[in-house]
């Protein structure tokens, strides 16, 4: 008789926190360049969430702030 | 009266005392429709990520003020007209706050 195989999902998935929720980040500002830019890729993408690790209401402000500073030249559509 | 954050680009084809020049009227056109000036800061001129109107540099400043709604979206059509104001953005900062 065959051996069970062990189940590849031995370890129950622990997800990350948000980083804004644990540095209690309320507001994201478009102008705050240091903090956007670690949430896009040196291609000027928005990071996914399943990157950043971001909670589903951050990344969607983050994403809304990035493309606030995009429309005001603040960082680049694509390319870097 | 709400709180809001506007931000503009001014051509950068202005001299500097043209560009402060236009940031003032910006304020007296503010003043003119009812809105509190809370804070302002005129950055300079800056490098743009991309290109408007086909130059790399513009003016910035920033206005973070309390006006009505009315005195927002007149202040927005009168900033329109105005050729050498390239973007303008406004933004209600508390609007966003949300507690964690």
């Not at chain 2, 202040?75 to 104001?85: A, G, H, M, S």
Request: charged residues 35%.
């Amino acid at each position: 008789m065959a051996k069970k195989k062990p189940s590849k999902r031995s370890k129950p998935v622990r997800t990350k926190p948000c980083p804004m929720c644990q540095q209690g980040i309320e507001y994201i500002d478009y102008k705050d360049l240091a903090l956007l830019k670690s949430f896009v890729t040196d291609r000027g993408r928005i990071k996914a969430r399943r990157q950043t690790g971001a909670c589903a209401q951050h990344q969607s402000k983050l994403a809304e702030a990035i493309k606030n500073a995009r429309e005001m030249a603040l960082i680049p559509y694509l390319g870097g | 009266m709400r709180h809001y954050e506007m931000m503009v680009i001014l051509s950068d084809l202005l001299e500097e005392e043209d560009a402060t020049a236009l940031f003032d009227r910006i304020k007296s056109i503010l003043a003119d429709q009812g809105g509190e000036l809370v804070d302002e800061s005129f950055w300079g001129k800056r490098k743009l990520t991309h290109e408007i109107h086909k130059r790399d540099h513009a003016w910035y400043g920033v206005l973070d003020f309390r006006a009505t709604s009315e005195g927002v979206a007149e202040l927005e059509r009168q900033l329109k007209i105005n050729d050498d104001v390239w973007r303008m953005k406004t933004v209600r900062p508390e609007l966003r706050v949300h507690t964690a």
